[in-house]
């Protein structure tokens, strides 16, 4: 780039474009910053405490309904030991009187 008359490069290419256009960019920055500050306030907006309210309500029923689920396996599980253990024991004491048949 030609420096000899000091432009930054922002005004270089600025030179290329007519004051029509300059003030349709400016238009345009103009706008978004608006939307983007109005995006900015809704954001950090306090909440309304019915719809807090319902999204922990709907939160706790899904919270509620995991442990349920949860429960019920565990003792589905707690079934099926308590079945494998009498299982073992029936077989220990099978085996106890086969020892006892061999020992007499």
Known sequence: MNNDNNNTDDEYYCEYFNPAEKSMIRFIRLVKFEVAKKNFKNAFRPYDINDVIEQYAAGHADVVARVKNMHSRINHIQNSLGNVTKICQDLSYIQYH???????
């Not at 086969?98 to 007499?104: A, G, S």
């Open 98 to 104: 086969q020892m006892d048949r061999l020992e007499r």
